[in-house]
């Protein structure tokens, strides 16, 4: 597909990440105001609370969607309505002759702001975060580590999708600042665990999949049916205390470690956005049954990357470059998984893809995976190199599909991580 080119003049720039083809919905602030939806277009926020309540778009017939800065009410509408409201602020936005008698610029100018100066929030309410464990190269990389080569993978890897449920209450927007973790630490050496902050906190790269339709209890989803529950996409970090994890995942996997904070970019890119892009996952090393079968593309192809800015070069270098089509199972394989008890999905479920490892070094989406247990530190610059995250560091990670003379971006997923809060 080509660009669809605005009248929005920035967003017809091949490096913006926020095209008319893009469109992905967020929740912002400008000047002190209360929050209001919006969606993105070039270096500019179209609100559409305001539209809606302006009566320029109606995206229900019944009732106000925008009133509530998050977009759940929105998705409650279904996909029909979905297409719909795209296609009509598609046309707002579109560019026209200039012939026409329309002004689309006048009417919409007055509730159009500068990005720059807004304050971006978290684009849902957050019912549930489900996470997974689902990159072929994150699980060997890390079983490596800890069992061996031999034992790299747990049997069931190859058959099903490993997740756990995790903390919705724990899931934050980009530029949150993350306190370091405080727990239970028992270094190999010891006999007894002590409490104290954390010395091995990580990221995690990964992409997050918002469900938009519910499903009932005792209801199982198809591969496809699982797809279309799907509203969009965010760039996702779970941070990861990984001596805590050490501890304590035995027998009933990460707790602590993954409870502090799970950062999501603000945009919302919507399957339709991404819908030119998709890929498939790889051919299965051991046949799957029946139920995690594809009959269709369900990856995409979308290009990440991890950047660390430290408190002394005030300068991002990039640790990590990859791609999401690295991914073995796909979220719709996952959602498949998750409702084939007859688990219920809820609108705004938050379904976590799992570290995104590619087969190379700098496709390691983990410092603990880039740095190998800690043992080989990576090089920022003449002076500076880490194994995991230190007090004032920054962990930027950012994303696009890239298309024809224009990019699907994420826009950036910002945490800066600051010291524990050890007295109490
Ligand atoms: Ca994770």
């Keep these: 597909m080509p660009l669809i080119r605005s009248w929005v003049k920035s967003a017809n720039s091949p490096n913006t990440n926020f095209p008319l083809n893009n469109l992905p919905y ?35 017939s019944r009732t106000c969607v925008f009133q509530d800065p998050s977009w759940n009410k929105f ?14 602020l598609t046309a707002l936005l579109k560019e026209y002759p ?17 990005q720059a100066k807004c304050i971006l929030h978290k684009p849902f309410n957050v019912s549930e975060f489900t996470d997974f464990f689902a990159s072929y190269h994150h699980a060997k990389n890390v079983g ?36 370091r973790p405080m727990g239970q630490l028992k270094p190999p050496t010891e006999d007894i665990p002590y409490f104290g902050p954390s010395k091995r906190f990580d990221f995690e790269l990964e992409l997050g999949a918002i469900i938009g339709t519910k499903s009932e209890s005792g209801e199982r989803l198809s591969i496809e049916e699982s797809d279309d529950i ?33 950062t999501i970019s603000p945009w919302i890119v919507t399957k339709a956005a ?12 051991k046949p799957l049954l029946k139920y995690l079968e594809e009959n269709g593309p369900m990856l995409y192809n979308i290009n990440l990357s991890v950047s660390i ?43 976590g893809s799992g570290t995104i490892s590619g087969p190379e070094k700098h496709q390691y989406g983990s ?46 997923n910002i945490g800066k991580v600051i010291s524990a809060k050890i007295e109490k």
């Design 26 to 60: 967020g929740v912002y602030t400008v000047n002190n105001q209360d929050p209001h939806c919006c969606v993105a277009i070039g270096d500019m926020v179209l609100d559409v609370t305001l539209l809606e309540k302006n009566k320029i778009i109606s995206p229900s």
């Design 75 to 88: 998705m409650e509408l279904g996909s029909s309505s979905w297409s719909k409201f795209r296609a009509e």
């Design 98 to 114: 200039v012939e026409s008698k329309v002004d689309k610029e006048k009417v919409l100018t007055p509730f159009l702001f500068p």
């Design 144 to 179: 490596t580590m800890f069992r061996g080569p031999e034992n790299a993978l747990p049997p069931n890897w190859l058959h099903m999708p490993i997740g756990y449920n995790g903390r919705a209450s724990t899931v934050v927007v980009s530029g949150t600042q993350i306190t």
């Design 230 to 262: 799907i509203f969009g996409y965010v760039i996702l970090n779970d941070w990861s205390a990984r001596d805590i994890q050490a501890w304590e995942y035995q027998p009933l996997g990460p707790f602590q470690a993954k409870a502090t904070a799970t």
């Design 274 to 285: 991404l819908e030119p892009f998709r890929t498939s996952t790889p051919k299965p090393q």
């Design 309 to 351: 800015t430290t408190k002394q070069s005030k300068k991002a270098h990039e640790i990590v470059r990859s791609n999401y089509s690295e991914m073995y199972y796909s979220s719709a394989q996952q959602i498949a998984h998750h409702t084939s008890s007859g688990c219920k999905m809820s609108i705004g479920d938050l379904i």
């Design 367 to 412: 410092m603990l995976e880039l740095s190998w247990g800690g043992k080989e530190p990576i090089i920022l610059n003449d002076t500076e190199s880490r194994t995991f995250i230190e007090d004032e560091d920054i962990i930027t990670m950012s994303g696009f599909a890239k298309g024809d003379g224009y990019k699907i971006g994420f826009g950036e």
